[in-house]
Each structure stands twice: as C-alpha cells, then as structure tokens.
C-alpha cells in the first residue's frame, strides 16, 4: 500500500483507487493521456507575465505585485506548492506593504491548467487571506474547473512522490 500524502483528505474509496493506478504502473499513463505536455513557462519573466495577464483579468483592482517569480526553496514536502506572502516593510516613517508570489522551482514542468490552478491560488489571496469559502468561490471564479485540477494537480504529486515526473524527459 502507498503512502498518499497529498490525498489525506480523500475518502478511502478514491485513495484505495490512485493506490491501484500506482501499484499497476498506470497512474502516470492517466496523466500524460489527459495532459500530454508541459506549459511553456520557464523563466520567472515568463511567470510574472503570465500571472499578471490572469490577475488583469479577474483582479485589476486588487492590490499591485512586487514580486512573482519560481523560488528553490519551497519544498513540496510541506504541501506547499506556491506562496502569497504579504511583507511589510519600514522605510523612514511610512510603512510600505508589499505582496509577493512565488511558485515551487519544482513545478516549472508540468501541465499549464495546473500551473494555472496554482497562480489563481495564489492570486485569490489578495483578495482573501484564510482558504475559506469567499476564497474558494473566487478560485472557481477565475478558473470553473479549480476543484478538479486541484485534484490532479495532487495526482501528479502523488506520480512524482513515488516514482517520477512523468514531463521531464
């Protein structure tokens, strides 16, 4: 039996069914069926560019971006996959806030609906700071299928968990 971390919160019935794709070999093979190549995005130009085209879409109004970029140091062992950090900083008497997003390094490679779950993840915290109902109302607002690609998203991490990521060659 496989250790399905990012699936914890699954019922057991669809736990149970991932293992069996695992255990047959054939988990990678569902992946690559429906989403048969990795996004473009590379560099963390590219990243800021396409974030931004989303939050100009969904968010003009919401508060600027200082930084969007991959970082290195986000594991994803801590279920962590991308970061909303809002960082206050001092500058003589003022105080200058300023909101960043960073993507795991980790995930350069893979499909772009997921890359896309993530920075409207990312992005729905400008406008809501708790993973409450308004925050994911607005995910599903900017992307109607973020519930089922969260799914997969988890997927592929249970695939690279155990054996590899099926898009780097």
């Known amino acids: 039996m496989h250790t399905l971390n990012y699936l914890s919160g699954y019922e057991p019935k669809i736990q149970d069914q991932v293992s069996g794709l695992l255990n047959d070999n054939k988990?990678?093979?569902?992946?690559?069926?429906?989403?048969?190549?990795?996004?473009?995005?590379r560099t963390d130009k590219a990243l800021y560019d396409y974030t931004m085209s989303i939050k100009n879409q969904y968010l003009r109004k919401s508060?600027?971006?200082?930084k969007i970029l991959f970082d290195d140091k986000i594991s994803l062992s801590h279920q962590a996959l991308g970061l909303h950090s809002f960082v206050s900083r001092?500058?003589?008497?003022?105080?200058?806030?300023?909101?960043?997003?960073?993507?795991?390094?980790?995930?350069?490679?893979?499909?772009?609906?997921?890359?896309?779950?993530?920075?409207?993840?990312?992005?729905?915290?400008?406008?809501?700071?708790?993973?409450?109902?308004?925050?994911?109302?607005?995910?599903?607002?900017?992307?109607g299928d973020y519930h089922q690609m969260e799914f997969h998203l988890r997927l592929l991490l249970t695939q690279i968990d155990h054996y590899s990521n099926p898009y780097v060659e």
């Not at 988990?27 to 995005?41: D, G």
């Open 27 to 41: 988990l990678k093979e569902f992946l690559l069926k429906r989403y048969p190549k990795a996004h473009e995005v």
């Open 63 to 66: 508060n600027p971006l200082s």
């Open 90 to 143: 001092v500058q003589g008497s003022k105080t200058k806030a300023k909101h960043e997003i960073r993507i795991s390094s980790r995930l350069k490679i893979m499909p772009e609906p997921f890359l896309r779950m993530l920075v409207v993840h990312e992005l729905a915290h400008l406008k809501e700071k708790d993973h409450n109902k308004a925050f994911y109302q607005l995910c599903c607002h900017m992307q």
